[in-house]
């Protein structure tokens, strides 16, 4: 397993980690579960993410009992909060309120002193971004989270967000988790170049596309019973007959490399030297050994142009 720095800060991060979006604490039988966890752990990995709404606090219990078996300096745990923990008018977004309020049950249902990252799940437009700002501060001088990030923020809100934070010496941003894969591309435009001046690193998620990015479908018209597709009809919107003749001609690429398809969908996101890491989800281990499988991968630029000819 190879390893990257995070944006501009000194902690390490491996290019593959684990989340427990739509997985853990749900659907994903607890024995599985916790295999893909220490499975990724033997491996290298050192970097799993959750979140306080996955499950509704259920997948921060299991992520944060199973890592508990080893090393607290050993491994990288975010968590974050925004979205509804309940039915209050407090009950979400980034207030000072409901950050604190979130940091600490996301710590007690971990079983942790601290977070390494605590995420802004997304950006909240009746909050004041110095306010928000102001209470992560907080909970970094207090030691309970590391380092703080942001997801799926717009350009413009991140570069507003060092703003303030230079403005009144609070910490700053170092890491944004956006959507980004082969098929879903918008950071490229002004995310990144404005992350690379700002000294912020990418941790993506969706990197193989809810799976289509593996080769598993074969047609958008027949979806396996046991996908995630099946169950989620965001999912199976997202999965085109077009989409899916385009995974067909990077297999043969994928196949000239004695790659998978999604290890060569992994490595494609990994080229860009501002993704940190691309993080990936797994409802069985083997999956995660796969995965594992495309750290350290380079594509030459003739194999680069060649997808890009595909993708267009």
């Known amino acids: 397993m190879k390893y990257r720095r995070l944006g501009r800060s000194g902690l390490k991060v491996s290019e593959i980690s684990l989340g427990s979006w739509l997985t853990y604490g749900g659907y994903v039988e607890r024995e599985n579960a916790v295999h893909a966890i220490t499975t990724a752990y033997d491996l290298g990995i050192n970097f799993f993410d959750t979140a306080n709404v996955y ?31 309940g039915d209050g008018p407090n009950d979400r977004g980034l207030s000072r309120k409901h ?3 979130q940091a600490h049950a996301s ?24 306010e928000t700002l102001r209470a992560l ?8 989270v590391l380092y703080v990030g942001v997801s799926e923020w717009q350009a413009s809100q991140i570069a507003e967000a060092m703003s303030v934070a230079d403005r009144y010496l609070l910490d700053r941003i170092v890491v944004n988790q956006p959507h980004y894969n082969m098929f879903e ?6 995310v990144i170049p404005l992350s690379e001046r700002s000294g912020v690193g990418q941790v993506v998620f969706s990197p193989l596309a809810q799976g289509l990015l593996t ?12 996908s995630r597709a099946s169950k989620l009809e965001w999912v199976r919107k997202g999965i085109t007959d077009e989409k899916i003749a385009k995974v067909h001609e990077l297999e043969k690429i994928a196949d000239e490399l004695d790659l998978s398809v999604g290890n060569l969908a992994l490595a494609w996101v990994l080229r860009n030297s501002n993704v940190a890491s691309a993080l990936v989800g797994a409802s069985r281990p083997e999956q995660v050994t796969e995965n594992a499988k495309a750290s350290g991968v380079e594509l030459s630029e003739e ?3 060649r997808i890009e000819e595909i993708l267009e």
Not at 73 to 79: C, F, K, R
Not at 185 to 190: L, V
Not at 215 to 226: F, M, Q, V
Request: aromatic residues 10%; negative net charge.
């Open 55 to 85: 499950e509704n606090g259920a997948a921060e219990v299991l992520v944060g009992e199973t890592l508990k078996a080893y090393p607290r300096e050993s491994y990288v745990l975010a968590t974050k909060a925004f979205w509804p923990m």
């Open 215 to 226: 080769g598993k479908y074969t047609s958008a018209s027949d979806i396996p019973e046991d």
């Open 185 to 190: 591309r918008y950071i490229e435009k002004e």
């Open 137 to 144: 501060d907080d909970l970094v001088r207090q030691g309970k």
């Open 303 to 305: 194999i680069v142009g």
């Open 99 to 101: 950050i604190m309020e």
């Open 107 to 130: 710590l007690k249902r971990l079983g942790h002193d601290y977070v390494d990252i605590f995420y802004c799940h997304r950006h909240d437009p009746e909050t004041p971004l110095d």
